[in-house]
């Protein structure tokens, strides 16, 4: 019998600097040798590649980086709360996963500024999108979701200079498939400061950006001038460095409280006490093999000190025993690390969930559709 979700509770993140080990177990999620020298290969031709182009954009500026801004239905003036989500999908088409995410951060009291950096859009799509939000957006596609949070920004600030919260998230997680407004009144608890929802140790202790609140006016100007100062690239190693790992360390740098939903130490211990959930993780990675013969305290000690991705290696026991609603969109359509269980998604979802499972299918549907057909389709 599954054992009731423990409840939503904040966990401040360690002050640690990333260490090597760390750094090296973050890059080998498959446990060999080899494919640690053939992701740092992968790396070391992605980065050389941008590099001169990142180069090319400085100097000459580069193309303007907004294809087309409207505003929305949901204009929220004097709004004390604005989310910047960013949204893609190869043909253009926004799910109907996306609008109910929406739909929830403006029930939830946002300001949404909408991004996409899809080549096209279906008019109908973008039309339905700008229902629930208060400005609707088109961009390039270039350095991610940091670039597009760093280019919409200045203008959330500009129209709701008083916002005391401001949220970056984006369409990288499948779901809700569990209630969020408490999931959203624990971030909400936690007084001011930056808070996310998992709090992930590869690479050093950082929060995992798909879902960032900063709140407090202290909090959400110090984004803001991080967003601003940040160094754009190509590169999407690059944006992760300068980005997601950095921003924690930084925040918490100028004073702020940085705090994670589901913190990783948190999410070691819920596991390794649920036997069917241990058993799940023996099975998920080579270097995990023999966790069951170690004894309690190794068997942590060893999570710890070769940290895993919390949204992949944990997918199921966050669900099961902390009550995480979302699935990462990345862990069911590819599975990167070939996790064993991953096709057995759908008996977690309840059928009262806020995102059932035709809505997340449809979801999965639109992002292996191939663009062309739209593309030929708008003219593009």
């Known amino acids: 019998m599954t054992p009731p979700p423990a409840p939503y509770r904040l966990t401040d993140l360690t002050p640690e600097m990333p260490g090597l080990r760390r750094a090296v177990h973050g890059y080998s999620t498959a446990g060999t040798w080899?494919?640690?020298?053939?992701?740092?290969?992968e790396l070391g031709l992605e980065v050389a590649g941008a590099l001169p182009r990142d180069a090319l954009?400085?100097?000459?500026?580069?193309?303007?980086?907004?294809?087309?801004?409207?505003?929305?239905?949901?204009?929220?003036?004097?709004?004390?709360?604005?989310?910047?989500?960013?949204?893609?999908?190869?043909?253009?088409?926004?799910?109907?996963?996306?609008?109910?995410?929406?739909?929830?951060?403006?029930?939830?009291?946002?300001?949404?500024?909408?991004?996409?950096?899809a080549e096209a859009v279906p008019e109908p799509d973008w039309q339905a999108a700008r229902r629930h939000c208060a400005l609707v957006t088109q961009r390039r596609n270039f350095a991610r979701d940091f670039g597009a949070w760093q280019d919409l920004a200045a203008e959330a600030r500009r129209r709701w200079p008083g916002a005391e919260e401001l949220l970056l998230a984006n369409d990288s997680v499948l779901g809700p498939v569990l209630p969020f407004p408490p999931l959203l009144a624990a971030l909400r608890g936690g007084g001011e400061g930056l808070f996310g929802l998992t709090e992930s140790l590869q690479g050093g202790p950082h929060l995992q950006s798909y879902f960032l609140l900063a709140r407090g006016r202290a909090a959400v100007d110090d984004l803001h001038r991080f967003l601003a100062a940040m160094r754009l690239s190509h590169s999407k190693w690059l944006v992760v460095q300068r980005g997601e790992l950095r921003l924690a360390r930084w925040m918490r740098g100028r004073g702020h409280r940085v705090a994670a939903l589901f913190g990783y130490?948190?999410?070691?211990?819920?596991?390794?006490?649920?036997?069917?959930?241990?058993?799940?993780?023996?099975?998920?990675?080579?270097?995990?093999?023999?966790?069951?013969?170690?004894?309690?305290?190794?068997?942590?000690?060893?999570?710890?000190?070769?940290?895993?991705n919390p949204t992949h290696h944990f997918w199921r026991a966050q669900l099961r025993c902390l009550a995480f609603p979302f699935?990462?969109?990345?862990?069911?359509?590819?599975?990167?690390?070939?996790?064993?269980?991953?096709?057995?998604?759908?008996?977690?979802?309840?059928?009262?969930?806020?995102?059932p499972v035709p809505v997340i299918e449809e979801h999965l549907g639109i992002m292996d559709a191939r663009a062309e057909p739209l593309r030929a389709e708008m003219g593009g």
């Open 265 to 308: 130490r948190r999410l070691v211990a819920a596991t390794l006490a649920d036997p069917a959930e241990r058993a799940q993780l023996a099975r998920s990675h080579p270097a995990l093999a023999g966790l069951e013969a170690l004894a309690p305290a190794a068997r942590e000690a060893l999570l710890l000190s070769q940290p895993l």
């Open 34 to 41: 080899r494919r640690l020298a053939w992701r740092a290969g």
């Open 57 to 117: 954009r400085a100097l000459s500026g580069g193309a303007p980086p907004l294809l087309r801004l409207e505003p929305g239905l949901d204009p929220r003036p004097g709004a004390h709360a604005v989310a910047l989500y960013v949204h893609y999908s190869p043909s253009g088409r926004i799910s109907e996963m996306v609008r109910r995410q929406l739909a929830l951060l403006a029930g939830a009291g946002f300001a949404i500024l909408f991004i996409t950096m």
């Open 327 to 355: 699935f990462k969109t990345e862990l069911l359509r590819r599975n990167p690390g070939r996790l064993p269980g991953t096709e057995a998604w759908r008996a977690l979802v309840p059928a009262n969930a806020p995102c």
